[in-house]
């Protein structure tokens, strides 16, 4: 799977936008973007993923560059639960769909009040 | 909705103890997966399920085991225990899909080793 970089820590004022970015450079063209996040010692919990289209749900969006080298998530008005470790993960798929999910060192994102 | 169940929560052991712990997929799922996350560590791949045969296999030490059930819940067995196998370990399940699935993970047990 191809390697990930996030920045290590943000900081993000309660009700603002928060935007997370990550690159993804050498990714390959059957791999999706997942992003998951990590609240204190929780089970990780998935947020989204897409192919090489932008994507939305009620959580979050996702834009992904034409090139797919880089991506950035998008949570539109941060909340102080929304403070947590978020990972963008590259994944292939393979053909039962079921491929492993490789964590790399995420993004510390702070909610400040 | 219904989650994935993990137990027992929280587990304390001797070195050189046997430790099991279980993993309930969400209703449907058949494809189980277990997650090693030290101290100030990300999580780590250990092994997968998918369908009751074993799928995919990370950096498990060869002093665990797991297996999944005929009714899809997964159990992980862990042997000779060492303190650096104190760790919250994570299950996740999913649908597998030929278009990729979505893992739900579960809450964790929490090892600890003494």
């Known amino acids: 799977d191809a390697k990930t970089t996030q920045p290590p820590s943000m900081d993000c004022a309660e009700g603002r936008a928060a935007n997370l970015p990550c690159n993804h450079s050498t990714i390959s063209g059957n791999e999706y973007v997942y992003w998951y996040r990590q609240i204190h010692s929780q089970g990780p919990q998935y947020i989204i993923h897409?192919?090489?289209n932008n994507e939305t749900n009620e959580m979050a969006s996702l834009i992904i560059t034409e090139d797919r080298k880089s991506s950035t998530l998008i949570l539109p008005h941060a909340t102080l639960r929304d403070t947590a470790v978020y990972y963008c993960?590259?994944?292939?798929?393979?053909?039962?769909?079921?491929?492993?999910?490789?964590f790399g060192t995420g993004t510390r994102l702070t909610i400040i009040p | 909705a219904a989650g994935v169940i993990q137990s027992p929560r929280h587990l304390i052991k001797e070195k050189r103890e046997t430790a099991t712990l279980k993993c309930y997929p969400i209703p449907r799922h058949d494809t189980v997966y277990w997650y090693q996350q030290g101290p100030g560590q990300d999580p780590q791949f250990l092994i997968s399920f998918y369908e009751k045969m074993q799928s995919d296999k990370g950096s498990i030490p060869d002093r665990f085991s797991a297996q999944q059930f005929s009714d899809y819940h997964s159990e992980l067995n862990m042997s000779s225990l060492e303190l650096g196998d104190s760790a919250l370990y994570f299950c996740?399940?999913?649908?597998?899909?030929?278009?990729?699935?979505?893992?739900?993970f579960g809450p964790g047990t929490r090892l600890t080793v003494l």
């Open positions: 996740a399940s999913s649908l597998a899909s030929g278009v990729g699935d979505t893992q739900y």
């Open positions: 993960i590259v994944r292939g798929i393979s053909n039962f769909g079921n491929e492993k999910l490789t």
């Open positions: 897409g192919l090489k």
